[in-house]
């Protein structure tokens, strides 16, 4: 089955670790993204990534990183310096870009808590 | 500012009631998206659409380009309908998001 998975579904850190979300996706999909969701917003942009090896800072990339050297993977670090990072965090992908023309996938998200 | 406003924030109704979610955007688009969260938090798309209406089953979506105006409609609604739904509008690679509507359909 073609999809989008992400792990784990929970995640708990100490403040100052730094943590990584893992997305993986078998659409063949170019464009994947990373979404932060808090209670009563919007998803807001993290990073996203068009290419293998390229990607660009979204509207709120402070405190996280990101890396595309696979098309199938676009990991999320949420580091130390992320002052709030206690959120449901969503990875999409699409055959192009989404804002564009294309539908957009979304992954079953990871729920970050700081201890 | 929120670019995607949506109306209501919470809506509660009962079973086989007509259902209108609106949405209204400040700036021109490609794409105008229409998804659903479910209570568990994964979400999925439901329409995108640029023009006109699309139908899938008890769900319609509509736009007006004119009036930045787009509406999700649900017929015969049912409590399994019971979500988040959400409106997107295409920007530049990727989407801005409304805050959604949360929709209890009541048996």
Redesign the interface.
Do not use: C, I, S
């Given at each position: 089955d073609g999809g989008i998975t992400q792990s784990p579904k929970y995640l708990f850190r100490k403040e100052g670790q730094n943590v990584t979300l893992s997305c993986e996706q078998n659409l063949n999909h170019d464009?994947m993204?990373w979404y932060r969701q808090d209670p009563?917003?919007?998803?807001?942009?993290i990073y996203?990534s068009?290419i293998v090896n390229d990607f660009q800072k979204?509207d709120i990339a402070e405190g996280y990183s990101v890396s595309r050297e696979k098309k199938e993977s676009f990991p999320l670090t949420v580091t130390s310096a992320q002052k709030n990072p206690t959120a449901?965090y969503?990875c999409?992908s699409s055959t192009g870009?989404?804002?564009?023309?294309?539908?957009?996938?979304?992954?079953?998200?990871t729920?970050l808590t700081v201890l | 500012k929120n670019e995607v406003e949506q109306s209501p924030q919470n809506l509660t109704a009962q079973e086989g009631e007509f259902i209108t979610i609106n949405c209204s955007y400040s700036v021109g688009i490609s794409a105008l998206h229409w998804l659903q969260q479910h209570p568990g938090g994964g979400i999925v798309s439901l329409f995108m659409l640029s023009s006109g209406k699309k139908k899938h089953g008890r769900l319609i979506a509509t736009i007006n380009i004119q009036e930045k105006h787009s509406s999700l409609h649900i017929t015969a609604s049912h409590p399994r309908d019971s979500a988040v739904y959400i409106c997107a509008r295409g920007s530049q690679g990727n989407l801005i998001f409304g805050k959604g509507t949360k929709l209890s359909v009541k048996p």
């Open positions: 464009a993204y009563g917003q919007g998803l807001r942009l996203y068009q979204g449901f969503l999409a870009l989404a804002g564009v023309n294309d539908e957009q996938f979304f992954g079953p998200g729920r | -």
